[in-house]
């Protein structure tokens, strides 16, 4: 049975049984979900309907959820079953049927639709927990007990592998696992499931989502009694397929083939290339996939996983003899074997090409210099007689250079020579928690938790209306004071709640008869409801007292105008860029808009001019802007654009300008109704976001036009301060320019002259035979280095070494040039540049002639001349 047909029968199968067939959530998980980088179950997504925040679209449910676990990446290639990406077939009952349900539904298609036979069929349960304060679980053993499994094939285990958790918090619940028996010739007669063994292999995952751990060991029951199951396709597919390896399972036969066929090596005949080729396998299909979900390779979060992916990919590539261009073959591979089940690969092959290529050319290049600067560190630990390299060696060439630490493990022991590890987990390890404490990932979970509890306990969801209106009259469904916080919730509401990089509306709630009013500070999105945060300003708000609320016009306006500007902007970057290009993060408010959009480099001046000029084409097109309600299906046959990281149902909002010609995005913000409305667009800076992430920050309407004026009269005062017309500013200045360009070229050729004519003979050093100067200069620009060398040079003849340091503000610069005699010796500029630079907390190079390099320690420069001075002396033998 191939993988699709078991992907195929596993979702048929209860979708005959009165189960919605749910399509496979993004590997970015929905906001509902900061707990995790990825997804890396199938019950993630669907975590709202588990803790009953959001009503789910069917009471049962199934899916086969792509899933990326990050934990197992160094795993990877050294046994045959782990995996980063991979597909986890589920089903899942939201407060339906329960341990029976899901004990007999399990049963039937182990036995009917995938052949098992019963009497090789092992169940495992929960035991209790004296900790939790759960017995065994007796329900679940007499489910088996009542199908036909013998008792003595139920084995009861601890918590540490019967039950589940999705994190230290959250939902939770006993589980009841299936494993097959796969005979002594694997194992031994006393062996059991859930044991370290080879004998039983467990295929399927039961759990009884029942209580709500928060916090740790405190247990609540959910508001309903929940069935979450877990079917790995690729472990399944090893036993249907007779495999003693996912992979020689079908999905990865043809990534192996093509690893075999690029490196020239076989499969099977040794265990590093075994290992290389399963790695190349297992990476470029989660990176294909994780790319294809809109994530760029980075140094942050879920683009640092991606990075890691590729990197060590590229390194075991590189390492069984693969030429440059592999990563892209591997993915047009995964498209053939993956694309019929998963079409985002297919929809975004060229994105997925093109940033796998880019980032195997770049580390190539990486790769490259860290070779380079290894070798100089292993030179330096032999001539000191060292037995190995230190901690903060391996670190910098890990942290600053990008090398990977395996790599330098393995390349030192070529030279006999060892790494501290200890040291240098110790460094990772410092890394982390700053990079833990920069990040924050906690967020504000609490807060939202107690605004959902009282959103709940205030009856049915608000209706929203602000997409007709901005003045509702409604009732007030829920006031609560918490914290010092006035909350409320309105049966009603026009208010929209911050979500989709959009702000929330301001405004004011006021009684009908006016003795009551309260400011709104904040909406607060809760699945399909929200939450009013409220500043009183006269009287008292009473639940089920009629109100008027009132959003403020010109602040929503302003917004809209932003919002569709916002539209348009990523429409033309695409147009521009290509359709790499995808949104990465946005704001949106009535001040200005911020787009975040994923492309490798800086936007030209004529890319962002060309882009710029789109936009207002459009915006004076006067076209219209319209919200349309469709099915998930149509608006994604139409072209529309939707979001990685968001959460869409069966029915979506599509906003459309134009014919959709220009632009198709699923949103569920508010617009303008005509792009004329938006005035005028002007991009007010563009910047680096992250690695591979570029941010635009521009204004549209009265904002613009006032930021235009200041631009009107900056320009005019700056004709009167150049004493011409405005037309003719540029021109002017363009000709001062020229003129201070050659002022300072004559300033250095006469600051290097004065330098030269300083030189005293007892300077001169002389080292086996070679002249040499060792000189701290102050110049006025590091510019002058050059020139300066030369004339040094040209004093000392041939053979000759210069080695110059300038101060400067924080800063230290570095020159060595060496004489053609000086080179032919031994002595290279490079090598002795590089010395010198570490000693004042830098790096550089150049050719072996001449090399320049800078620091950030220039009180340090004396001990940088004395570096180069032991390098000039290591390379002549002196």
């Known amino acids: 049975m191939t993988s699709d047909e078991i992907r195929e029968r596993f979702l048929s199968f209860f979708e005959a049984r009165d189960h919605k067939r749910l399509p496979s959530a993004s590997l970015v998980p929905a906001e509902h979900d900061p707990s995790v980088l990825l997804t890396t179950a199938g019950m993630h997504p669907l975590m709202p309907y588990f803790l009953g925040r959001e009503r789910p679209p069917h009471h049962r449910l199934t899916s086969c959820q792509k899933c990326f676990r990050t934990p197992d990446i160094d795993v990877v290639g050294t046994t045959t079953r782990h995996l980063t990406f991979f597909e986890m077939l589920g089903n899942f009952s939201m407060g339906d049927y329960f341990k029976e349900g899901a004990v007999e539904f399990a049963w039937e298609l182990s036995l009917e639709g995938f052949g098992f036979d019963p009497e090789l ?458 359709t790499h290009v995808r949104q990465a993060g946005s704001y949106v408010g009535p001040d200005k808009l911020r787009f975040d959009f994923t492309h490798g480099a800086p936007l030209s001046e004529d890319d962002a001019r060309h882009v710029e000029d789109r936009v207002n084409e459009w915006v004076l097109a006067n076209q219209p802007v319209r919200a349309l309600t469709t099915t998930l299906d149509e608006a994604r046959s139409l072209g529309a654009m939707a979001l990685f990281g968001e959460k869409y149902g069966d029915m979506v909002r599509m906003v459309e300008v134009g014919d959709g010609a220009w632009s198709r995005e699923l949103c569920g913000g508010t617009h303008v109704r005509s792009t004329a409305e938006i005035g005028v667009f002007k991009i007010t800076q563009e910047t680096s976001s992250a690695a591979n992430v570029r941010r635009i920050e521009a204004v549209t309407g009265p904002v613009a036009v006032k930021l235009l004026r200041r631009h009107d009269r900056l320009l005019h005062d700056a004709a009167v301060a150049l004493r011409t017309q405005p037309d003719a500013v540029a021109d002017v200045a363009a000709e001062r320019e020229r003129t201070r360009r050659e002022l300072e070229k004559q300033l250095r050729s006469g600051a290097g002259a004065a330098a030269e004519a300083s030189l005293a003979e007892d300077a001169i050093v002389t080292i086996d035979g070679v002249r040499a100067v060792f000189e701290i200069r102050e110049v006025p620009d590091p510019k002058a280095l050059p020139d300066l060398a030369d004339r040094l040079k040209n004093q000392l003849g041939d053979p000759a070494v210069v080695v110059l340091g300038a101060p400067g503000e924080g800063r230290a610069s570095l020159l060595v040039a060496a004489t053609p005699g000086a080179v032919s010796r031994g002595v290279k500029a490079g090598s002795v540049v590089k010395a010198a630079a570490a000693a004042v907390g830098g790096g550089g190079g150049g050719r072996d002639t001449m090399a320049q390099a800078g620091g950030r320690q220039p009180e340090k420069l004396p001990d940088a001349l004395a570096a180069a001075r032991a390098e000039i002396e290591r390379a002549l033998g002196a």
């Not at 906690?442 to 969801?461: I, K, M, Y």
């Open 121 to 578: 069929i092992w169940v495992t349960v929960f035991e209790g927990d004296e900790e939790l304060g759960l017995g065994p679980d007796e329900e679940a053993i007499e489910a088996w007990l009542k199908i036909g499994v013998p008792r003595e094939r139920i084995v009861g285990c601890p918590r540490s592998e019967n039950f589940w958790q999705a994190g230290p918090i959250g939902p939770c619940g006993p589980c009841s696992e299936l494993y097959l028996d796969r005979g002594l010739e694997w194992g031994k007669p006393d062996d059991l499931p859930g044991g370290e063994n080879e004998r039983f292999l467990e295929y399927w995952n039961l759990v009884f989502m029942t209580f709500k751990q928060d916090p740790v060991n405190v247990l609540t029951p959910l508001p309903a009694q929940n069935i979450d199951t877990g079917l790995g396709l690729n472990r399944l597919a090893c036993i249907l397929q007779n495999t003693d390896s996912v992979f020689e399972t079908d999905q990865f036969t043809p990534l192996i083939a093509l690893g075999e066929h690029l490196s020239g090596r076989r499969y099977g005949a040794e265990f590093p290339v075994d290992r290389a080729l399963r790695v190349l396998a297992d990476h470029t299909r989660g990176m294909s996939f994780l790319v294809a979900d809109g994530v760029v390779p980075s140094n942050e979060d879920r683009g640092y996983v991606l990075r890691r992916l590729m990197r060590r990919a590229i390194v075991q590539g590189r390492q069984i003899g693969m030429e440059q261009g592999f990563l892209a073959r591997y993915a047009q591979v995964v498209r053939d074997t993956m694309g019929a089940a998963y079409p985002e690969l297919l929809e975004q092959a060229e994105t997925v090409d093109m940033w796998l290529s880019g980032e195997e050319e770049t580390f190539n290049r990486t790769l490259e210099q860290g070779m380079r600067l290894l070798d100089d560190v292993i030179a330096r630990a032999r001539e000191r007689g060292e037995e190995g390299i230190g901690a903060d060696e391996a670190f910098r060439l890990h942290d600053t250079y990008g090398f990977p630490f395996d790599l330098t493990l393995e390349l030192a022991a070529e030279q006999g020579l060892g790494v501290d590890e200890q040291g240098f987990e110790s460094l990772m390890e410092e890394q982390r928690v700053r990079a833990r404490a920069s990040a924050g990932r906690e967020g504000h979970e609490d807060e939202r938790e107690r605004l959902r509890v009282f959103a709940s306990s205030a009856g049915e969801p608000s209706v929203f209306t602000g997409y007709e209106t901005t003045e509702q009259a409604t009732a007030v469904a829920g006031v609560s004071v918490q914290d010092g916080q006035l909350l409320a919730k309105l049966v009603e509401s026009p208010f929209y709640a911050t979500g989709g990089g959009q702000v929330h509306d301001s405004g004011f709630v006021e009684c009908e008869h006016g003795d009551c009013r309260a400011r709104v500070v904040d909406v607060v999105r809760l699945g399909d409801d929200q939450a009013l945060v409220l500043e009183p300003e006269l009287g008292e708000l009473k639940v089920g007292e009629r109100v008027v609320a009132h959003v403020d016009g010109a602040a929503r306006r302003a917004t809209e105008c932003n919002h569709t500007a916002t539209h348009l902007l990523h429409a033309a970057l695409r147009e521009r860029l290509g």
